[in-house]
Nanobody, 121 residues
Framework: QVQLVESGGGLVQPGGSLRLSCAAS????????MGWYRQAPGKERELVAV???????NYADSVKGRFTISRDSAKGTVNLQMNSLRPEDAATYYC???????????????WGQGTLVTVSL
């Protein structure tokens, strides 16, 4: 069974920075795409940033120039460096893995449990 565990959320003031991390476990051989999504109260879950196994990255327009996604495929981790945070960035951030191949199975997608980011004075 594949699990994604996020960490690094918390309370930060506007203009501050946070670094989110996500670690995948479960006899994983490869993961095609890893990424971050977020969901604020009363809103739909939205893409923040994704990165594929070749290093191609895509960002939501709202975070371009402020957030940076990176991954270590060997370790099965993906990170999100968030700078210049704004109140509108506050949300629960979810890690997602797409196309996960393990020693015994293949999963189309796997979600983490989420980590809360609060941006407030």
């Amino acid at each position: 069974q594949v699990q994604l565990v996020e960490s690094g959320g918390g309370l930060v003031q506007p203009g501050g920075s946070l670094r989110l991390s996500c670690a995948a476990s479960g006899s994983i051989i490869s993961i095609d795409v890893m990424g971050w999504y977020r969901q604020a109260p009363g809103k739909e879950r939205e893409l923040v940033a994704v990165i594929n196994s070749g290093g191609w990255k895509n960002y939501a327009d709202s975070v371009k120039g402020r957030f940076t996604i990176s991954r270590d495929s060997a370790k099965g981790t993906v990170n999100l460096q968030m700078n210049s945070l704004r109140p509108e960035d506050a949300a629960t951030y979810y890690c997602k893995a797409v196309g996960v191949t393990t020693t015994s199975s293949r999963y189309l997608e796997v979600w983490g449990q989420g980590t809360l980011v609060t941006v407030s004075l």
